[in-house]
């Protein structure tokens, strides 16, 4: 079983910027496609970005396309998300998530960690 750990959420001002990084452990060799979601409470989950782990091509949400940046770290087992231009409607709970080569979901959810944007 995989296990994720996001960090790096808080509280940041409109117009600022964070960087998030899911770390994962565990069984990470078969890695297919490692992903963020996010959700405000009430609200549903929703997709943000992804990246495959073989080439590094990623996917972003309308959103936040051109506003944040998905990346990963072969060595440490761990993606990133850069987030700049926040807004206060990026304020949710940011979740990663992997899809395993042979899977067709996404599954392995962290715990998440909060971002706040305060405007």
């Known amino acids: 079983q995989v296990q994720l750990v996001e960090s790096g959420g808080r509280s940041v001002q409109a117009g600022g910027s964070l960087r998030l990084s899911c770390a994962a452990s565990?069984?990470?060799?078969?890695?297919?496609?490692m992903g963020w979601f996010r959700q405000a409470p009430g609200k549903e989950r929703e997709f943000v970005a992804r990246i495959t782990w073989s080439d590094g091509s990623a996917a972003y949400a309308d959103s936040v396309k051109g506003r944040f940046t998905i990346s990963r770290d072969n060595a440490k087992n761990t993606v990133y998300l850069e987030m700049n231009s926040l807004k206060a409607e990026d304020t949710a709970v940011y979740y990663c998530a992997v899809v395993r080569s042979g899977g067709t979901g996404w599954g392995s959810w962290g715990q998440g960690t909060q971002v706040t944007v305060s405007s």
């Open positions: 565990g069984r990470t060799v078969s890695f297919y496609k």
